[in-house]
DNA sequence: GATCCACGGGAATACACGGATG
DNA sequence: CATCCGTGTATTCCCGTGGATC
């Protein structure tokens, strides 16, 4: 390869990160400091936590509601906040009819994607509860808890914990869950987040509050989508097709940003400034029906997302089945046949990606299963590699 | 030496089909 | 005709090993 080539390859590559880097405030599976846009919910779960205003804690809770609600958004946020914000018992203003015993209160938040194990769950609880480095290795579950323990009773301090994506597939089911918090001590008052109605779940019996969201209003996810591509879009088009793409979205605010996200890569491949109609079109295209959020499949471990990562980029041919794919993935990775087989079947099972079962007859044999992506390829390829 | 968990692999089971059997 | 059986593939389930770290 000559001088040129290399130095022309250099730049494209150059340019490429750079855009790239520009998208990040369009990433689905990114929450914003100031989710001002969710004003209801939070002040329900400001409704839900006022006791910790007094210095007290508040009763276990439950917010639910549909994917790209805000949810994430608005806990992440608000815990953020509470965290800096030491709660001084003496700065507090009683109302003098009863006295109550007051001590500091402390905040956590675990997402349950990412610390899905026991062990894991606990290592991340001590591990925001204290500045010390907490060992990953050599210490058992148990220590660990008994740890906790001894963390919390020695500070005195109540705990409020929030604790996000419950019951999600490959995450930590209510009743895991409910089973863990009954060995924390009572010092620990939690706050779990998730889709799934409470009735439906053993929550509600073990919750005092209920806090329900719905999807996001159609002008307050135009307004969401417009803000979020302020830096990277010109205004020209902006307007009208985010109503388009909200309308689409149908108030999931994840589904919107991904399409966003495609469509503005779709014109910046096209050396474009602003989306047209057919980058939208394109775009929705590309966003598959129950798509499964983004912020999931970053939350796998790495080699999982390894796999994935190379199976976006597999011709169709060899994604028609799990053998295949298994084969060509091992190709291009250096993990084992067994191994990558039996990611993408966990995969499956958890819903990251589609079986589609083949329905043509083969001479032979139970069919082969097509693979299908369940997130739109394009977000996940620029996030992966902006991560890396 | 202890611990967790990622990996790798293999055994067991499910499914589809064609053909044999009752 | 209904059922069973054998074969070949897909899928699920399970467990031992070893790396990394304390």
């Known amino acids: 390869m000559d001088i040129e080539a290399r130095i022309r390859r250099r730049q494209r590559r150059d340019d490429e990160s750079r855009l ?35 210095g007290r804690l508040p009763p276990h809770g439950y917010l639910y509601g549909p994917k790209g609600a805000g949810k ?16 001084d018992p003496d700065t507090v203003i009683y109302t003098t ?41 050599g210490i058992s579950t148990e220590t660990l808890r008994t740890r906790l323990h001894q963390q919390l009773e020695a500070s005195g301090a109540g705990l409020l914990l929030a604790v996000d994506h419950v019951g999600e597939p490959g995450s930590t089911a209510p009743e895991v869950l409910v089973d863990r918090f009954s060995a924390l001590p009572s010092s620990v008052s939690w706050l779990a987040v998730g889709r799934t109605e409470p009735e439906a779940t053993v929550l509600a019996d073990y919750t005092a509050a209920s806090i329900r969201t719905g999807p996001y209003r159609r002008h307050v996810l135009v307004e969401v989508l417009l803000s979020r591509a302020a830096t990277t879009l010109d205004r020209t088009t902006l307007d009208d097709l985010s109503a388009a793409i909200a309308d689409w979205a149908d108030g999931d605010a994840h589904d919107a940003l991904a399409a966003l996200f495609v469509a503005t890569d779709r014109a910046a491949q096209a050396g474009r400034t602003s989306i047209t109609e057919a980058d939208v079109e394109a775009a929705i295209e590309a966003v598959p029906d129950d798509c499964v959020s983004l912020g999931r499949v970053f939350a796998l471990p790495e080699n999982k997302q390894t796999v994935l990562r190379t199976l976006v980029d597999l011709d169709p041919a060899d994604r028609e089945s799990v053998s295949v794919a298994t084969a060509a993935i091992a190709d291009r990775t250096d993990l084992a046949e067994g191994t990558i087989k039996r990611y993408l079947y966990e995969l499956a099972d958890i819903g990251v990606v589609d079986r589609v079962q083949s329905v043509e007859r083969y001479e032979s044999g139970r069919p082969p299963s097509r693979l299908e992506p369940k997130f739109p390829p394009t977000v996940f390829r620029r996030l992966y590699n902006l991560n890396e």
């Not at 806990?75 to 709660?87: C, G, N, P, Q, S």
């Open 72 to 87: 994430s958004a608005v806990v992440t946020a608000l815990f953020a906040k509470l965290d800096r914000r030491t709660i």
């Open 20 to 54: 790239i880097e520009e998208y990040e405030p369009l990433s689905p599976a990114t929450h914003v400091e100031e989710p001002t846009d969710r004003g209801r919910l939070l002040e329900q779960l400001l409704d839900h936590l006022d006791p910790v205003f007094g």
């Open 97 to 137: 009819t009863r006295v109550e015993p007051t001590r500091p209160l402390q905040f956590a938040y675990v997402d349950t994607r990412r610390y899905t194990s026991e062990f894991a769950f606990y290592h991340a609880l001590v591990d925001a509860l204290t500045d010390e480095r907490v060992p990953r290795h």
